[in-house]
């Protein structure tokens, strides 16, 4: 508008202060003819680019050299939302189907997506995709990132500070963004190299506060810092076996490492560990509300395989708790001595260690919110947005990547949940905010499982990007409704969705498959 106002100025007025010079006393002739018409021309033009803004943007294929952004305005969501089941209100597309087994994603402010591969083709472990003619659809797909695969459990993938920061299971990287490109031109700068070799639970995540730290975990690769040669005879039989005391694991993993952002090529020893004891954490957030650090920890497993004594496998189903965490420097949450008891709300002794599910464990940090068991929470986001209804401000996604082990009952997960804040703290009262992933009523093994979600982002406009481990596709979740009229009634459908096989709590008898 100033701009617009500045040419008014140059074309206008000052021609009309030399005609005054010319010819004295003609000037308010013209100041009412040209101001009248030029108010007109503002404010026609003003409108024209209001209205402009919410048109879709043009693009050439052939120029990179252009900034787009996107707009949800007038969007259409699939008829079936992808296959997905959402609350009232809510639609989605699906971006793309299937650019291949992916991680975590990032969406620019543009509405470029960044997807971390879990297969790199070459040394290409990331793909940019982008929308050129805004129907919300990706129709540029760009493969990049000329790293070293090292894994299948690189993970993050993060835009921070003008920098794409992105990671394989023993480096963490970034490259600077270009504005007017889809893919960095530069080669990846490397900010962390892990010294030790490729192990389970080896996702890389990252979060970053608003004082220059990055934050990564280092999870343990272990179940329970199991000491193998302590199992009693030469039987296959995981029973009896002991946890190693201490457990050396935790002097190098188990954990969440702070680092300086902007220093290249650190190692282990230049970060400072601000809290132990955690297993394996794959997704971790930095809440601005709070100033405080969140991630979400899958609990052990095998509590039947190792005690039968003590837990039945309808026991090892239910138990223990994920852990929604927030992360203070010091905290210590117990891993691989105890676990978490959602349904007592105790840290318990683990029965490596002397526990028999009765036994309680003191002096452990305990998480702020448990989560059903076993269905691997792999992402969660704050939502920031505006788009979506009042109630989702400040709350937390979490994206639930699915269980593998509670046979003989179902499996469990595959979805992603909503959890409420209120002042700060969770409800304690997890939401289903998207079903529809599994494509099946009875999950026996994670593979009968159609879409695994894994990453979660929010667009520039507040919508909310979700992708998934099996195919890579890629949904946009976008808000139709009516904002003020939004409440449980909208909810309805998706509670009625909590009886289904992979999202209840399993009944002990009757959901034990071994006996249908």
Known sequence: ???????????????????????????????????????IFIVLFTNCQKKKSSDTT?????????????????????EDNGGL??????????????????????????????????????NNGNIALRDTNNDGKADVFMRFGDYPNDGKFGTEMRIHNGY??????????????NPFKLIPDEKPEIILVDPYPIRWHNAKSLAFDNDGNMYVTFSAPTNACEDWESKPGDSNSTANVKGEFPCSQLDILGGIWKFDENKLGQSKSDGQRIAT??????????????????????????????????????????????ELMKIKEGDDYGWPYSYYDHFK????????????????????????MGLPAHWAPNDLLFYKGNQFPKKYKKGVFIAFHGSTNRVPYPQGGYIVAFVPFINEKPTNKWEIFADGFAGVDTIVNMSDAKYRP?????????????????????????????????????????????????IKMPNEKTDNLSFK
């Open 1 to 39: 508008m100033t701009s617009i106002v500045r040419s008014f100025e140059m074309l206008i007025i000052f021609p009309i202060s030399c005609l005054e010079k010319t010819f004295p006393g003609t000037s308010s002739i013209f100041c009412n003819t040209f101001f009248s018409w030029g108010f």
């Open 58 to 78: 043009k693009y050439d294929k052939k120029n990179s050299n252009q900034i787009i952004k996107i707009e949800n305005i007038g969007l259409k969501t699939d």
């Open 85 to 122: 089941f959402l609350p009232d209100g809510f639609g989605a597309l699906v971006v793309a189907d299937s650019v291949g087994p992916s991680r975590h994603l990032a969406v620019n402010d543009n509405g470029d997506i960044y997807v971390k591969l879990r297969v790199a083709t070459g």
């Open 164 to 177: 794409l920061y992105f990671s394989s299971e023993l480096v963490v990287y970034r490259q600077k963004l």
């Open 277 to 322: 004891g955690i297993r394996s954490v794959v997704g971790i957030s930095w809440n601005n509300e709070d100033n405080s650090l969140y991630a979400i920890n899958h609990g052990r497993d095998f509590l039947h395989n190792h005690a039968p004594q003590f837990f039945s496998e309808w026991q090892n189903a239910v138990l223990p708790a994920e």
């Open 345 to 368: 709300n105790k840290k318990m002794l683990a029965p490596e260690y002397g526990g028999n599910g009765v036994k309680e464990a003191k002096g452990y940090t305990n998480p702020i």
């Open 454 to 502: 894994m990453g979660l982002s929010e667009g520039p406009d507040g919508s909310l990007y979700i992708s998934e481990s099996k195919k890579g596709k890629i949904w946009r979740i976008l808000f139709n409704g009516d904002s003020e009229t939004f409440g449980e009634k909208q909810l309805v459908n998706m509670e009625k969705r909590k009886t289904k096989s992979y």
